[in-house]
């Protein structure tokens, strides 16, 4: 029996193929479904890609364009095309804009346009290797999302039924954002007062995986404040989406540089989300769940390692101590494990015959980045790097490819020529304390910052 939401998509697609939409339209939204958004569900089942966003296709023609402008890029990415642009799509892309400004991008009552096509327009961007834009979509997105939110509220006080209509689209939208604020946040750079380097002070918001000078968290942190829940939360989990949705807030909170009062309190917050996890996991059928749902619990027994280590870390008499992290190895290894039965790389086919995958979820990639920069065991690095470099992965603003060219030269830097059978035989004088990565326009060069014991240097990987 064909599932209800291929059956309503597959509808509105014969809806949309009757109206002035061209074959070549046509067939780029078939492909939207059939695997942008079947991607978009890599690890939570949802239909509002293929389903909800597709009728916006049907009755505005700039979600249309920007939809096809879309899945022209991802049919590129899709066949490994890595260089150059689409001509297709570059149109398309140009005519969403172009009828975004027409429809009228002021008027309150075409927000919810607005909203949408600013989430697809930043997918486009990374699809083009342009994280610049991508960036500064993401801060308008925020703040739109500030303006919509306001509004719902007033016309829900008035009695409006605006509320009603905008609130499916406001949640899909802020769950968007959400999970792009997490992978600006997951990694934590230096603040650019601290690096001498004069270029790379200039590395600003800009950077690839983290905030180096926070500046995105004044844009960030007025939204969040909608989502964070309470200081003291009494969490019980009903749902795996819940789960996730919980800990990437966990997330979201944590600093390099809180006290160690801030530490403690976001500790006893994971301490509580932690055995509520493990409650509510012990409900579960495992023989029941479906191929997303186990490959979601998988990545939430990732990240509650990835958050604990980096919690644990702030805990430390030396925070900076670059040798602290060789206490974890163990946990490092459960990581590498979980990763690979959440990213579904544990089966037998060759590099080849991998799908190059491409979803706008926290995924694999921050976690597997942050293993090969901080835990020194030779081999699970090693094999944290080949999983990235086997596996063409985009995961929002995470790149699988860049993050294999700055680990190994974290190793490079770190080991030398030196043949290192453990993390002992590494000096602390060599190892890697902080990274700031900086990509260019089309990210044809990485602008890398490594601080080490004598300071900071910095290079360009092509």
């Known amino acids: 029996m ?36 079947v991607q978009f569900g890599t690890f939570v089942s949802n239909d509002s890609w293929s389903n909800r966003v597709l009728q916006l296709a049907h009755s505005s023609t700039c979600i249309r364009h920007a939809l096809v402008a879309l899945s022209s890029y991802h049919e590129r990415y899709w066949s490994r095309d890595i ?11 140009n005519l969403a804009i172009s009828e975004l400004v027409k429809a009228g991008a002021e008027k309150p009552s075409f927000l919810h346009i607005q909203l949408v096509s600013c989430t697809i327009f930043i997918c486009i961007e990374i699809l083009r290797k342009n994280i610049n834009n991508a960036i500064y979509l993401f801060k308008n997105g925020c703040r739109m999302i500030q303006g919509a939110t306001k509004q719902a509220k007033k016309s829900a006080h008035m009695g409006s039924g605006a509320r009603t209509s905008i609130e499916p689209i406001l949640k899909l939208v802020e769950a968007f954002f959400g999970r792009i604020s997490t992978q600006v946040f997951l990694v934590r750079k230096v603040p650019v007062s601290n690096i001498r380097s004069t270029s790379i002070a200039d590395l600003d918001s800009k950077a690839i995986g983290g905030d180096i000078d926070h500046s995105l968290a004044d844009v960030i942190s007025p939204m969040l404040k909608l989502r964070i829940t309470s200081a003291s939360p009494k969490w019980a989990l009903s749902s795996i989406q819940e789960a996730r949705e919980t800990l990437l807030r966990l997330a979201l909170q944590y600093r390099r540089d809180l006290s160690m009062s801030q530490s403690a ?35 939430l027994e990732l990240h509650k390692r990835y958050l604990y280590i980096n919690i644990a870390a702030l805990n430390q008499p030396d925070r900076e101590d670059p040798s602290m992290w060789d206490q974890w190895t163990e946990q490092f290894q459960e990581m590498l494990e979980y990763a690979i039965e959440a990213g579904g790389l544990d089966n037998k086919r060759s590099q080849a015959t991998r799908e190059p995958q491409f979803y706008m979820e ?5 976690a597997l980045f942050f293993l090969c920069t901080k835990c020194r065991d030779p081999e699970l690095r090693r094999r944290a790097i080949e999983i990235m470099r086997s596996n063409q992965i985009q995961e929002g603003m995470w790149n699988s490819e860049m993050a294999v060219k700055v680990a190994q030269r974290v190793i490079s830097l770190e080991e030398g020529n030196a043949v290192v059978e453990s993390s002992k035989q590494i000096d602390d004088a060599a190892r ?18 490594y601080e080490l014991h004598c300071g900071w240097v910095q290079e360009e990987l092509d």
């Open 362 to 366: 926290v995924g694999i990639l921050p």
């Open 83 to 93: 260089g150059g642009e689409t001509i297709y799509g570059l149109q398309q892309y």
């Open 432 to 449: 890697v304390r902080r990274i700031a990565v900086h990509a260019g326009p089309e990210v044809s060069y990485l602008n890398v910052g």
């Open 265 to 299: 309190s976001l500790g006893a917050r994971f301490e509580t989300w932690t055995k509520a996890f493990e409650t509510f996991r012990r409900t579960l059928n495992f023989e029941r769940l479906s191929k997303i749902e186990k490959r979601s619990i998988a990545l």
């Open 2 to 37: 064909p599932r209800k939401d291929a059956h309503s998509s597959s509808l509105t697609l014969t809806r949309i193929a009757g109206t002035s939409a061209t074959s070549q339209e046509v067939r780029a939204l078939q492909f939207f479904v059939e695997r942008t958004a």
